[in-house]
């Protein structure tokens, strides 16, 4: 029963397929022999890899650092526009607290006439 599953290699911790690991040369000595100059070809290949590789993090660098520029302007924009409504609502609170002391002296007067006017009509 058992017998007919198909029972897959446990791939999970590998980093590579089998395939794309290097194959061991048969022969030492075949594998010294074009050593020298693949060697020279593989230094300036990495050369040139080493060479576009830092150019393409310069150009990423500039980037990150043209984006965080633009987020820093934009959070400047922001905190100004916060800032002027801020400004705004503590003027709209002077203003309120102006009109409410003019209503409270407002009203005390009118208490005071009432008063006067009712002392008048109990004579």
Do not use: W
């Not at 980093?15 to 048969?26: I, S």
């Not at 965080?68 to 400004?87: C, E």
């Amino acid at each position: 029963m058992m017998s007919g599953h198909l029972v897959k290699p446990d791939t999970r911790n590998c980093k590579r397929p089998r395939e794309l690991e290097p194959q061991m040369p048969d022969s030492p000595q075949l594998s010294s022999l074009g050593k020298s100059d693949s060697s020279f070809s593989e230094s300036s290949g990495l050369f040139y890899k080493d060479e576009a590789l830092e150019k393409d993090l310069n150009d990423m660098s500039k980037d990150i650092n043209l984006m965080l520029s633009a987020y820093a302007k934009i959070l400047r924009q922001r905190a100004a526009v916060d800032a002027s409504y801020i400004d705004e609502i503590d003027g709209l609170f002077k203003e309120a607290n102006t009109i409410e002391n003019f209503l409270i002296q407002k009203r005390e007067l009118l208490r005071q006439r009432f008063m006067e006017i009712a002392n008048t009509l109990h004579r």
